[in-house]
């Protein structure tokens, strides 16, 4: 009966780690193929941390299956500040510095990205962003729009 017990608390307390794990809504998104072959998904995470002046900061990761071995892709983003749920911005940004996702003889990767941003990103302050993740071999893979919040 005790390991029964035992047993039930272990499982109701990992159900609430997982639960608390998850990322809050709006953060994360599947990544799906426009073109060539592959999928995966993309995760933000935006901080409390005012870094040099910048208001904004986030933590992110791309992670990719499916697709071509031993291929290079850039990681884009099109911010909309109209947070409306519709992604309607102009222009695909890369990453800061350029990082290349480089997928392994198994046609899988991930990236890990920080971006920092000052005004018109102050907290509280919400954005619509769309992510692409284009291969040097055609793969195009895109996200769907996400609304993020500056904290």
């Known amino acids: 009966m005790r390991k029964l017990a035992a047993g039930t608390i272990v499982v109701v307390v990992a159900g609430a780690l997982v ?9 994360r998104s599947a990544l799906t193929p426009l073109a060539g072959q592959g999928d ?35 990681v884009l983003r099109r911010v909309d500040v109209n947070p409306d749920g519709v992604c309607t911005g102009a222009v695909w940004l890369t ?13 899988a990767g991930a990236l890990h990205f920080e971006i920092q ?14 992510w692409r993740v284009v291969g040097a071999d055609g793969t195009i893979l895109e996200s769907d729009c996400l609304t993020v919040t500056v904290k």
């Not at 993309?42 to 901080?47: A, G, L, N, Q, R």
């Not at 990453?95 to 046609?107: F, K, R, Y």
């Not at 941003?117 to 769309?130: L, S």
């Open 19 to 27: 639960a608390f794990a998850q990322a809050e809504p709006g953060t």
């Open 40 to 74: 995966g998904l993309v995760e933000v995470s935006p901080t409390a941390a005012d870094k040099d002046g910048l208001s904004f900061d986030v933590q992110g990761t791309v992670n990719i299956h499916g697709t071509t071995p031993s291929t290079d892709f850039t």
């Open 95 to 107: 990453l800061p510095g350029n990082p290349v996702l480089t997928t392994s003889p198994g046609g």
């Open 117 to 130: 941003r000052g005004a018109p990103f102050v907290d509280g302050t919400r954005f619509d962003v769309i």
